[in-house]
């Protein structure tokens, strides 16, 4: 009887701290433009270093596995499905869990820390409108638009790849991409995408918020973050493949 009452409350709570947040929405949407740009625009550069590589790997190991048993046009259809539905989404999201969710976790962890939370309470400010909510919005917003720049880049590498160093045409490596494409594959890759920023960055702000105990605390409760994003991203793309199938 006594956790199910800790559930309602729970939930509860949950429910009132969400409400107030979107009734404090002139409070932090001028922050969102910010935090867009430092937690998407500002990873940008990492997630296109690891595609092309990605691209890369997957062109070269596809050729080595096919050949001598299917054509070589099907270099294109792994690699654009692979990218699309399970690369692309999962390592952006794994390079960005270690980016964002220890920017998310120390920063608001130092603020915990040197008490410019209850700065914010004492000035009547609700920490979750002001410091979780823009932050979970930018993060869930732009994980996909970085993961879609990811995706192209994967597969541009990957025929670039496979037309210089496999000996594909562009039209052989064109058509397995084409042969095995469905749009769902893309959205569905976006869609994981958005769900792992939601996770990572919200992480990130919870363990932030449970920093104690100076400097220490802060380096515990980042790594903690950066380790239950990676975990929870992992737990996601299996819900995700589920639901595909």
Same mark, same amino acid.
């Given at each position: 009887m006594?956790? %199910?009452?800790?559930?309602?409350?729970?939930?509860?709570? %949950?429910?009132l701290r969400a409400w107030r947040s979107l009734r404090d929405?002139?409070?932090?949407?001028?922050?969102l433009v910010g935090q867009m740009r430092r937690l998407g625009v500002d990873s940008i550069p990492i997630a296109l270093f690891i595609a092309v590589f990605t691209g890369i790997v997957l062109a070269l190991l596809s050729s080595y596995i096919f050949t001598g048993t299917v054509p070589n046009y099907f270099v294109g259809a792994l690699v654009g499905k692979t990218i699309m539905l399970e690369l692309g989404p999962v390592l952006t999201g794994m390079a960005l869990a270690g980016r964002v969710g220890a920017n998310i976790a120390a920063e608001i962890g130092t603020m915990k820390v040197t008490e410019q939370v209850d700065a914010l309470e004492t000035l009547a400010y609700d920490p979750g409108s002001y410091l979780v909510v823009p932050r979970v919005l930018a993060a869930t917003v732009m994980f996909p638009v970085v993961t879609a720049l990811a995706i192209g880049v994967g597969v541009l590498t990957g025929w670039f790849t496979a037309i210089n160093l496999l000996d594909l045409t562009t039209l052989e490596f064109v058509k397995g991409l084409r042969m095995f494409y469905q749009f769902k594959d893309l959205w569905f890759g976006l869609i994981k995408a958005a769900s792992f920023g939601l996770v990572v960055a919200l992480t990130g702000c919870l363990r932030g918020l449970a920093t104690q105990n100076g400097a220490?605390?802060?380096?515990?409760?980042?790594t903690r973050a950066v380790v239950i994003g990676c975990e929870a991203i992992l737990a996601l793309d299996a819900f995700w493949a589920l639901v595909l199938l």
């Open positions: 006594k956790s %199910a009452r800790e559930i309602v409350s729970f939930i509860g709570g %949950a429910a929405v002139g409070t932090w949407s001028p922050l220490e605390g802060v380096g515990r409760e980042t």
